[in-house]
């Protein structure tokens, strides 16, 4: 309904009912022509709500945009290219080690290690810091404030990338072609090919020499021999190497994009072992004071009293227990019963 003085404005209306602003195309709000709704709610208003359909099997998830499936951490595998690779390059006692920090999987401190192998903190110290951690296989972690730190250790999450970066490194340095050497046989100098050709100056070689132009040595003058085998040497040496480290290069290709997870300290839950020896203790003081209690009841019938404590020297003597004599003596009561002049009373 509109009021009083609704009407007096009916003027300034179309003949539609929508204002003259509104008609000319130029709505209030910023709203559309002929609208009554703001802004705000013409937004929520226009935005699509999914259809939920009951019944349809949930599609399976869309691989990356590269094609690539993902890549999970595999355990196992991870087990076996370490072990390889330990076996291949490190001492028995960093394999040790190591090999305790992936069956553990998780964040160790040295001295943990050490009472777990049965080893001296120094020597497990000494393992980790001298090729583990520096090879990129360990990660080392410090927390805390000096002079109370303490220092954990971990698989590092890198370790299959570096490591796959070192081998790579090595390969192709010893599949470098380098360039012609020459040594002296009888002082055993090298000179590479620029150093050689600076020597030219000795232009003439001794008799026997190869030329008038041979390189001679600068200590013992002595004509210079290329080493021709240095070639075949290096190859022999990189066939030998991919001979021996194939199935570890291989692996290593195959899980050079596995992720690493950061392992986490381990849950303590050996705070609660050492209840368990006092509630076998109260269980078992139970047990014992049932069977005090049983063997009392076997030794006292219900109809008479307790055995008494031994007398004190000069007192009087004890009742005797019934179970001494065998049956209990007759009460005053049965005595009178059984007496032939009280029958009749």
């Known amino acids: 309904f509109w009021p009083t003085r609704g009407r007096r404005l009916g003027s300034q209306r179309g003949c539609s009912g929508i204002p003259r602003r509104a008609a000319r195309g130029s709505p209030p709000w910023g709203r559309a022509e002929g609208s009554r709704m703001p802004p705000r709610r013409q937004q929520a208003a226009s935005k699509v709500v999914p259809v939920v359909t009951v019944g349809v099997q949930p599609q399976a998830a ?11 951490f595999d355990h196992g595998l991870f087990g076996r290219w370490l072990r390889m690779l330990l076996v291949a390059f490190y001492t028995d006692e960093e394999a040790v080690v190591a090999d305790v920090l992936y069956r553990r999987a998780a964040l160790l401190r040295d001295t943990a290690i050490a009472r777990f192998l049965g080893l001296p903190d120094r020597q497990v110290r000494q393992a980790l810091e001298r090729r583990l951690v520096p090879d990129g296989l360990a990660e080392r972690l410090t927390e805390g404030v000096a ?20 081998l790579q490194t090595l390969e192709d340095r010893l599949g ?35 030329g008038a ?6 200590d013992c003058s002595e004509e210079l021999m290329v080493a021709a085998e240095t070639a075949k040497v290096q190859h ?34 050996r705070r609660k072992e050492p209840q368990a020896p006092a509630a076998t203790s109260g269980a078992a003081a139970a047990a014992a004071a049932a069977a005090t209690s049983a063997e009392h009841a076997d030794a006292w019938p ?4 307790p055995p008494l404590a031994a007398a004190a020297p000069g007192a009087a003597a004890a009742r005797p227990s019934p179970t001494a004599g065998g ?8 005595q009178r019963l059984a007496c032939p002049h009280h029958s009749g009373s």
């Not at 150093?195 to 001794?206: C, G, P, Y």
């Not at 132009?213 to 600068?218: N, P, R, V």
């Not at 040496?237 to 300290?265: A, G, N, S, V, W």
């Not at 219900?302 to 009293?305: N, V």
């Open 327 to 334: 049956a209990a003596p007759p009460s005053g009561r049965a």
């Open 147 to 166: 002079p109370h730190t303490h220092t954990f250790y971990r698989i590092c999450p890198a370790a299959i990338a570096v490591v796959a970066q070192r």
């Open 236 to 269: 022999d040496r990189l066939q030998r190497f991919r001979t021996q480290c194939r199935d570890l290069l291989l692996l290593t290709r195959e899980i050079k994009d596995m992720p690493i997870p950061h392992f986490k300290r381990e849950v303590q839950e």
């Open 62 to 72: 869309k691989p990356p945009p590269d094609g690539k499936p993902s890549v999970v």
């Open 213 to 218: 132009f041979a390189f001679l040595c600068e």
């Open 176 to 210: 470098a072609v380098t360039e012609d050497e020459y040594y002296c046989p009888k002082c055993r100098r090298t000179y590479d090919s620029l150093q050689a050709v600076s020597l030219t100056k000795h232009h003439r070689a001794k008799d026997g020499g190869s």
């Open 302 to 305: 219900p109809q008479g009293p």
